[in-house]
């Protein structure tokens, strides 16, 4: 059996030991070929490829993005994409696909599951950690990592000038890593997209704390945060006004409107750090690199047994297979109970 490999959307720590791991559980157990497809369904229709051997996928564990390449390519906006897919699969001759993503990617592997039979495993990726069918998605506990030792950093520099530090994390409209970097770190205030606060709400926040001498604070916010005032009034704010293939906005630049709100409405000194693309950059974590050999193991027994139109997913402690239709149906956002957690700490 020759086996595909792609991985598509924004890169993510845990990639490598994916592949890593289906090639290595592949070619020991079943025997499999397997063909890496570069630049996410974008490679597909170029059929663009390469080898995936033992030597490829050796020294890649420790090695963060990927070594395939991705893009936001959606095949489903391109005339006759779909179909030239399916054409490059049987000219490749490639029997089965093994598309690791996020809800975009998977979103295009379910539809060429459903509408054209192809014979597609997914493996879900993200730092944003917004997909359903698996508790944790790799990569989201290394963008964690990352933003909970920002968080560290920013606290020391803010008591020493008795500033507001305010820092935006990434996640989309999901505020997982805001809320757990924001937790781990010890984050006077959370903004997230699921559980708005009014930027009065965050200054009366923070001025208890003055009040009580804590001369400074940290507020962590979620990039898809609006920005909400008493009155009802309300702002998006986005990075730009691009819109990828898939109809996502660009978000960033809340944390900066945030700041400038703090600083207009109590007078303090105000800082905002973005953190951006770091958190999705180099190395991944222990925890990561684990999850990613999990779900590759997995992934190769799935392509065996012929799970096809299903995704490896994370139930407590198991790796478990779900159909992708639970994954890219409805998005996985911050429930209550987390929201709660958080709250016994602000102020
Ligand atoms: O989905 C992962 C993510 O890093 C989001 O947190 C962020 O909003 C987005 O990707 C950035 O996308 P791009 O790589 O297209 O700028």
Known sequence: MNVGVLTGGGDCPGLNPV????????????????????????????????????????GILHVGGTILG?????????????????????????????????????????????GLGVHVIGVPKTIDNDLSGT????GFDTAVAIATEAIDR??????????????EVMGRSAGWIAVVSGIAGGADVIVTPEFPLTVE?????????????????????????????????QKEVLASDEVDAFGNV?????????????????????????????????????HDRVLGTRFGVKAADMVAQGEWGKMAGLKGDEIVSVPLSVAVDTKKLVTKEWWDLAQVFFG
């Not at 179909?83 to 089965?96: P, Q, W």
């Not at 920013?154 to 820092?167: D, F, G, I, K």
Request: glycine share 12%; net charge positive; aromatic share 8%.
């Open 70 to 114: 991705t893009s936001r390519t959606n095949l489903f906006k391109i005339e006759g994409g779909p179909e030239r897919a399916v054409k490059s699969l049987n000219e490749l001759g490639i029997d089965a696909l093994v598309a690791i993503g996020g809800d975009d990617t998977l979103g295009v592997a379910k539809h060429l599951f459903d």
């Open 201 to 233: 709400d965050v200054c009366d926040l923070i001025k208890q704390r003055w009040a009580r001498g804590k001369r400074f604070s940290v507020v962590c916010v979620s990039e898809g945060a609006k920005i909400l005032w008493r009155s009802g009034e």
């Open 250 to 286: 660009k978000l960033g630049g809340v944390g900066a409107v945030f700041a400038r709100e703090i600083k207009r409405l109590t007078g303090l000194d105000v800082r905002d750090t973005t953190l951006g693309y770091i958190q999705r950059g180099g190395t991944p974590t222990p």
């Open 19 to 58: 592949i890593r791991a289906l090639v290595r559980k592949g070619l020991k157990d079943y025997g499999f070929e397997f063909t890496g497809i570069r630049w996410g369904w974008k490679g597909l229709l170029e059929k663009d490829t390469c080898k995936l051997d033992l030597d490829a996928v050796s």
């Open 154 to 167: 920013l606290h020391s520099t803010a008591e020493s000038h008795q500033r507001v530090m305010v820092v």
């Open 135 to 138: 508790d944790y998605t790799f």
